[in-house]
């Protein structure tokens, strides 16, 4: 036991945000130490770094489960594994390609029609988000697809005072689908939004229910509008906030190699997925495990609501 903690070493990566984890092998029972460390180093890091390893989906999911419950959707990727349940395997060119009527660029086109479209946490138009995500890497091309997270705890520290007063009581409405530019005339994945339908009325600030930092929830993907302002002020306050959110300082970009595992607190991250492999011949692999969340709370200590479409610990 002593000697898979005093192994284990902490690589800070960049001044706000990530850090890689060495000495360690996933695919191994871990100690309740280890559990220990790598979960303090969490927390401090927001979202961990893993070279190397050898995971299998049993592997991957034994491991998760030493940091939580892992969620069972009800929807995955059609390629992800019937056998476990619990796990998502993501691979856009198998997927994506002439799904609702688009190939795999117009499809990136229309969700990220903007520079801070694409930032998100996952499952953020829930009433309960992830609490964290375990992403591991099997098949990434030789180059590109590289993914960035931003620390939204030292993004709202970086705020001055009197705009963190304000933004302490403000609330957003979270609602799947926001930024999706709609195709002329008839529109599959429009019909698929609206079958599906999902929105939440968050605090614009949660409070971490671990460390107790203040995190500015917003992100690029799901936040619809900030309540009980006008249409024109909340997307002045909106378009302030996420370009605070996504500043360089705050975030980290990782190099995937096959066998890389990134493990993030999707509670005070938020991130962006690679756009810059489409025109590669070349898959990108990759599997996902997410951790059941709690419901967020405000500065207020009032939570989060369901406007439609989910309710907490049901997937």
């Given at each position: 036991?002593?000697?898979?903690?005093?192994?284990?070493?902490?690589?800070?990566?960049?001044?706000?945000?990530?850090?890689?984890?060495t000495g360690v092998d996933l695919a191994e029972p871990?100690?309740?130490?280890?559990?220990?460390?790598?979960?303090?180093?969490?927390?401090?890091?927001?979202?961990?770094?893993?070279?190397?390893?050898?995971?299998?989906?049993?592997?991957?999911?034994?491991?998760?489960?030493?940091?939580?419950?892992?969620?069972?959707?009800?929807?995955?990727?059609?390629?992800?594994?019937?056998?476990?349940?619990?796990?998502?395997?993501?691979?856009?060119?198998?997927?994506?390609?002439?799904?609702?009527?688009?190939?795999?660029?117009?499809?990136?086109?229309?969700?990220?029609?903007?520079?801070?479209?694409?930032?998100?946490?996952?499952?953020?138009?829930?009433?309960?988000?992830?609490?964290?995500?375990?992403?591991?890497?099997?098949?990434?091309?030789?180059?590109?697809?590289?993914?960035?997270?931003?620390?939204?705890?030292?993004?709202?520290?970086?705020?001055?005072?009197?705009?963190?007063?304000?933004?302490?009581?403000?609330?957003?409405?979270?609602?799947?689908?926001?930024?999706?530019?709609?195709?002329?005339?008839?529109?599959?994945?429009?019909?698929?939004?609206?079958d599906r339908q999902i929105a939440t009325d968050h605090?614009?600030?949660?409070?971490?229910?671990?460390?107790?930092?203040?995190?500015?929830?917003?992100?690029?993907?799901?936040?619809?509008?900030?309540?009980?302002?006008?249409?024109?002020?909340?997307?002045?306050?909106?378009?302030?906030?996420?370009?605070?959110?996504?500043?360089?300082?705050?975030?980290?970009?990782?190099?995937?190699?096959?066998?890389?595992?990134?493990?993030?607190?999707?509670?005070?991250?938020?991130?962006?997925?690679?756009?810059?492999?489409?025109?590669?011949?070349?898959?990108?692999?990759?599997?996902?495990?997410?951790?059941?969340?709690?419901?967020?709370?405000?500065?207020?200590?009032?939570?989060?609501?369901?406007?439609?479409?989910?309710?907490?610990?049901?997937?």
């Open positions: 036991m002593t000697d898979q903690v005093t192994s284990l070493e902490v690589k800070p990566a960049a001044g706000h945000i990530g850090a890689e984890i871990q100690t309740e130490e280890a559990v220990a460390a790598i979960r303090a180093a969490l927390l401090r890091w927001k979202v961990l770094f893993f070279r190397g390893q050898r995971l299998d989906h049993a592997s991957h999911l034994a491991f998760a489960r030493r940091f939580g419950t892992p969620v069972r959707l009800r929807s995955r990727g059609s390629v992800s594994p019937g056998e476990f349940p619990e796990v998502e395997t993501t691979a856009d060119r198998l997927e994506l390609g002439g799904r609702y009527g688009m190939e795999h660029e117009e499809w990136l086109r229309r969700r990220r029609h903007s520079l801070l479209r694409g930032w998100h946490c996952d499952h953020g138009a829930r009433v309960d988000p992830p609490a964290a995500t375990m992403l591991r890497a099997e098949t990434v091309p030789p180059y590109g697809g590289d993914t960035t997270w931003s620390n939204l705890a030292a993004a709202y520290a970086g705020l001055s005072a009197p705009v963190r007063s304000f933004v302490d009581t403000l609330r957003a409405e979270h609602r799947l689908g926001v930024g999706y530019q709609s195709r002329p005339g008839d529109d599959a994945y429009v019909r698929h939004l609206l605090p614009l600030v949660r409070v971490h229910p671990e460390t107790g930092e203040r995190v500015l929830f917003v992100n690029g993907y799901y936040v619809e509008q900030i309540l009980r302002v006008s249409r024109p002020e909340s997307r002045a306050l909106l378009d302030m906030l996420l370009e605070q959110a996504t500043r360089p300082e705050y975030t980290v970009r990782f190099r995937w190699e096959p066998g890389s595992v990134a493990f993030w607190d999707n509670r005070a991250t938020i991130h962006l997925a690679p756009s810059d492999t489409a025109h590669l011949d070349h898959p990108r692999v990759m599997h996902r495990v997410m951790l059941a969340g709690d419901v967020p709370r405000g500065v207020d200590g009032v939570p989060s609501t369901p406007i439609v479409g989910s309710e907490p610990g049901r997937w």
